[in-house]
């Protein structure tokens, strides 16, 4: 069974850091592409950034080199390290995982809960 677990969400102050982490459970974490999404209050969802198996990276340009997308694959995890916080960033930040589950299986993609950061003096 496929797992997305989010977690490092907060409250932090405008200037602040904080790292989020995405754990996948029950696929090929090679053949893992992730996406962190956010979604703001009444805001639709957005692509921050995300990492390709081979560690590709892409971001959006609202990031403007603050925040940095990693993979540790002997964790099944990545990583969103978020600095220079600014209300702005106040959102439900989300994992889209695409991957295959079995050498032979189709691309699936899955979404886990998301986690809260609060960006607030």
């Known amino acids: 069974q496929v797992q997305v677990v989010e977690s490092g969400g907060g409250l932090v102050r405008p200037g602040g850091s904080l790292r989020l982490s995405c754990t996948v459970y029950?696929?090929?974490?090679?053949?893992?592409?992730l996406g962190w999404y956010r979604q703001g209050p009444g805001q639709q969802r957005e692509l921050v950034a995300s990492i390709t198996g081979y560690g590709y990276t892409n971001y959006a340009d609202f990031v403007k080199g603050r925040f940095t997308i990693s993979r540790d694959d002997g964790k099944n995890t990545v990583y969103l390290q978020l600095n220079m916080l600014e209300p702005a960033d106040t959102a439900v930040y989300y994992c889209?995982?695409?991957?295959?589950?079995?050498?032979?299986?189709?691309?699936?993609?899955?979404w886990g809960k998301g986690t809260l950061v609060t960006v607030s003096s």
């Open positions: 889209n995982v695409n991957a295959l589950i079995s050498w032979g299986s189709s691309r699936e993609a899955y």
């Open positions: 029950g696929v090929i974490f090679g053949t893992v592409i």
